[in-house]
């Protein structure tokens, strides 16, 4: 038989019979009726709580899948990389030995033309020698059966100089004359591989490292997190690596990404159809061709991003692993930025559109005509002013929540938010970088730039808390780690 509920303990969060009721929970002092407990159940904080839970854990579990795969892909390329370096290693190393073969071959040819020479030399000297001695005897014969007395006696002694003479040669021809024995003497190396005592190529080192996930923790959760990332006063920028971005022939960098899996995206405004990549180390990967000088980029997921053209009017959600356009959207843009499934273009308005480039609305922020770039959080949007040098917060509706002036702040130009929605910003003059809290009230410099440096562009990874800045001509970028204390 199924038991009906008719009342509501809140010291154990129970719904009880009347069974229960008196034996269970007869000490209870905060029983109420379940009718009173249920009341406004369908807009209770508790049902939007759990939603909030189910989607903050669906969000998680995508991020994990996404880690997952794009760990896969990540091996796939180790191993194809590697591939790559055995097979050019092996290469190398026949072309090293083909060069050391041919030097060797050379050296051989050279050893033995020396020695034929020398021997064909002295050979040819002991023809002549044997010649002269032929032609000695033939005389002395001819002498010897027709010449007078007086002829072979004086002959005699004439043909005997001559004949001594060539035995003296032929004694100094003979002290020359030497047998070559070649002996190849292998290199230890060389002698080391044609034994097989080299047992391997190589090797291959597997090291694990924690994939730094960071999981996205529940309201109460959050709320938490985000009391400890108020800044107070000794928040503080800490180099994790330098940039030296690839010189171009012109360079206007105009926006900044930092991807899932590390790699540093920019968007050079003034010159070709690319996307220029680093390593999270700061080392030049390559360029991703695009459909026109970009301006400005968010990230979407593991495999998308969101590219603005700025005078072309339309931007992209663009798939860089497969460097493939997956949609094309008409409008006029300058800056973007990518919240909760959701994209937001900087325009005269901010249009917001979902992840499949779908325009849900627009808010109706007005009166910063001169704003190019735009930073969403969860309910906020952000947007700087370069001429005025103020920067604004918008809530969801497009209603203004605060404006931050400072008269010491002239040009500010990138803006990137965190979680707790404190705004880093690029500021030309002076020429640093500011965080504003997020009451919009006060701000304090994170990082003074170089007199040469001109500010631009800022990306902030709530993720892991990092924030990569550049300036416009790229002579001052870097990747930073926020610490909060």
């Known amino acids: 038989m199924t038991k009906k509920f008719e009342w509501f303990c809140k010291s154990h969060d129970q719904a009880l019979c009347v069974t229960c009721l008196p034996s269970e929970h007869k000490s209870c002092s905060d029983v109420i009726p379940i009718d009173v407990a249920a009341t406004n159940a369908r807009q209770s904080t508790a049902i939007s709580d759990l939603q909030e839970a189910i989607e903050v854990t669906l969000r998680n579990i995508t991020l994990c899948i996404n880690n997952r795969n794009t760990a896969t892909k990540d091996i796939e390329k180790q191993e194809k990389d590697i591939r790559t370096i055995i097979r050019n290693t092996r290469t190398k ?51 010897k059966n027709f010449a007078s007395e007086l002829q072979v006696f004086l002959g005699t002694r004439q043909i005997d100089k001559l004949v001594m003479s060539e035995i003296k040669s032929i004694k100094t ?80 960098i105009t926006g900044c990404a930092i991807l899932p899996n590390g790699h540093l995206l920019f968007a050079n405004y003034t010159y070709k159809q690319k996307l220029l990549e680093y390593s999270e180390e700061g080392t030049y990967i390559g360029s991703i061709p695009v459909s026109a000088i970009p301006y400005d980029i968010t990230v979407l997921d593991s495999d998308r991003i969101a590219i603005t053209y700025l005078d072309k009017e339309f931007f992209e959600i663009f798939n860089y692993r497969k460097s493939q356009v997956e949609k094309k959207i008409k409008t006029e843009c300058w800056g973007l930025s990518y919240s909760n499934g959701k994209i937001y273009i900087k325009l005269d308005k901010v249009a917001v559109y979902n992840i499949k480039g779908k325009k849900l609305c627009s808010l109706a922020i007005l009166g910063e005509e001169d704003s190019c770039y735009i930073s969403a959080s969860e309910n906020k949007v952000f947007c700087s002013n370069e001429q005025n040098g103020s920067v604004c917060c918008y809530d969801i509706k497009g209603q203004k ?4 002036h400072d008269n010491s702040l002239m040009h500010t130009c990138g803006v990137a938010t965190d979680d707790s929605g404190n705004v880093f910003v690029a500021s030309r003059v002076p020429k640093n970088i ?47 780690k926020v610490l909060y204390n």
């Open 401 to 404: 929540v605060w404006k931050f």
């Open 93 to 143: 190393i026949n072309g090293h030995l083909d060069e050391l073969e041919e030097k060797l071959m050379q050296t051989l040819v050279s050893a033995t033309k020396t020695c034929k020479s020398s021997s064909s030399n002295l050979l040819q000297q002991l023809n002549i020698r044997e010649k002269r001695l032929i032609t000695l005897k033939d005389q002395l014969l001819q002498m």
């Open 173 to 252: 021809v003979s002290n020359s004359l030497y047998d070559y024995k070649f002996n190849l003497v292998l290199n230890d190396d060389i002698q080391n591989l044609s034994n097989c005592a080299v047992k391997e190529f190589g090797g291959i080192k597997t090291t694990e490292h924690a994939s730094n996930i960071v999981m996205k923790e529940l309201k109460i959760e959050q709320a938490q997190v985000q009391q400890n990332l108020q800044p107070s006063g000794n928040v503080k920028l800490e180099v994790i690596a330098m940039v030296d971005i690839k010189k171009e022939e012109h360079m206007c």
């Open 434 to 480: 500011i965080l504003i809290q997020n009451d919009g009230k006060t701000y304090r410099n994170l990082l003074n730039l170089n007199e040469y440096s001109s500010p631009r562009t800022v990306c902030y990874n709530k993720d892991n808390n990092t924030l990569l800045y550049c300036d416009a001509f790229g002579r001052h970028c870097a990747l930073y």
